[in-house]
């Protein structure tokens, strides 16, 4: 069989760009290293307008019969101030849904996969990819390795890399630097902590913050995110690390008393890297792979549901002109600046508030009198508002 596409990696942005290409009449050839379903660290958070996308997928009935609605989020400063913001239409913006969404991310995934799976997608599981064909500036292909520890080379004109942040392709295109921001998140779930259902929660106290997501009844996704430099020492005792880290944050500590601690902690790190665009032609890159910088905000899957949205144009056009040049296909890495500069803008202005306490106190105050601008912001970061109605709505009072 001839093959338009090679996309490595099947989460959620792999899987969406294989969804969107088949759908184009496209040839599809999709890979994964993991045998689905399979566990993955995630904060497991779905933005209000997360379901647009999952709807032109066709995965959103399947999502809506098992995520948790989420109205809004709580968000706890150092010295105790707490906001509750909620997504809700604000003048001309709407969220697609007025709520967010939490479900395991192993459940997300399989779900996707299982759409991949009722289209006509060459998909291989347990299918290692170890290095990138490259020949006169561009990417040709991919040599891998299957569960049989077979050596395969898989061709053919456009190669999209969906590899997460570990990518291969990123990696052996010389694409991935560090990023001065460094971090690790630890993650659990525990239950029995009361009163866990309607909202997601974000506790900050720097040099800490932790988020608290329902992902289903008496059940939360705790993620607690801290210096690198702090948890090194304690790779071989992380448990204890984390237990320590949950009562040094006093109003996280007091809002899980009496619940229980039901799975290993989970590391990784460092959260935050950049990757370069490609200097070469016959490859994208999508989702994680593309480069990740703030787990606060929850932008992760959407980002790379909207970046497979955005990758499939780009390569149907492509493909359709018999054209995947770097020149041609850098229209890509146009369209996903112009879908997420701003708020990545933001974030870094978060990343600075969260790291200062009398900031971040100041900062929690502000919002506390000012609803319509905290609503704008958790719309912001839900993905429905336009960054610029922030600083308009600050120079407006």
């Known amino acids: 069989m001839t093959t338009d596409v090679i996309i490595v990696g099947a989460g959620p942005a792999g899987a969406a760009t294989a969804i969107l290409l088949a759908e184009h009449g496209l040839s599809v050839r999709l890979v994964d290293r993991a045998r689905f379903p399979r566990p993955k660290i995630c904060g497991e958070y779905l933005s209000p307008e997360a379901p647009r996308l999952l709807d032109r997928l066709g995965a959103l009935k399947a999502v809506d019969a098992v995520a948790s609605p989420l109205t809004g989020m709580r968000i706890t400063a150092p010295d105790g101030t707490t906001l509750v913001g909620t997504y809700r239409p604000i003048g001309a913006w709407r969220p697609y849904r007025e709520h967010a969404m939490a479900l395991p991310r192993e459940t997300l995934d399989a779900i996707l996969v299982d759409r991949v799976r009722s289209l006509p997608v060459d998909f291989s599981e347990q299918v290692r990819v170890t290095d990138v064909i490259v020949s006169g500036g561009r990417v040709l292909g991919v040599e891998a390795v299957d569960g049989d520890h077979r050596r395969l080379t898989i061709r053919a004109p456009l190669t999209i890399a969906a590899d997460g942040r570990a990518s291969v392709i990123a990696r052996r295109l ?120 703030d787990p606060f905000t929850g932008e992760g899957i959407f980002n790379g549901l909207r970046s497979a949205e955005l990758a499939a144009e780009t390569a149907v056009r492509a493909l359709g002109r018999g054209d995947v040049s770097a020149q041609t296909l850098a229209g890509y890495e146009r369209a996903r600046r112009l879908a997420f500069a701003d708020k990545e803008r933001v974030t870094r202005a978060l990343q600075v508030v969260i790291a200062h306490r009398p900031l971040a106190n100041l900062t929690a105050r502000l919002l506390a009198r000012r609803q319509r601008l905290l609503d704008l912001l958790l719309g912001v970061l839900g993905d429905f508002v336009p960054p610029r109605a922030l600083v308009t709505d600050v120079f407006a009072r």
Do not use: C, K
Request: proline residues 8%; aromatic residues 8%.
């Open 174 to 293: 010389g694409l991935r630097r560090p990023h001065r921001l460094q971090r690790m998140a630890l993650v659990t779930y525990v239950e029995d902590i009361g009163d866990a259902g309607r909202f997601g929660e974000i506790f900050v106290d720097p040099p800490d913050y932790a988020i608290l997501n329902p992902v289903a009844p008496g059940r939360a996704n705790l993620s607690v995110v801290v210096p690198m430099a702090h948890a090194a020492p304690w790779s071989g005792r992380l448990d204890a690390f984390f237990d320590a880290r949950v009562r040094q944050l006093r109003h996280l500590a007091r809002r899980v008393a009496g619940g229980r601690r039901v799975a290993a902690i989970r590391a990784m790190g460092p959260l935050a890297y950049r990757v370069d665009a490609p200097r070469t032609g016959g490859v994208l890159l999508v989702g994680d792979a593309a480069g990740f910088f």
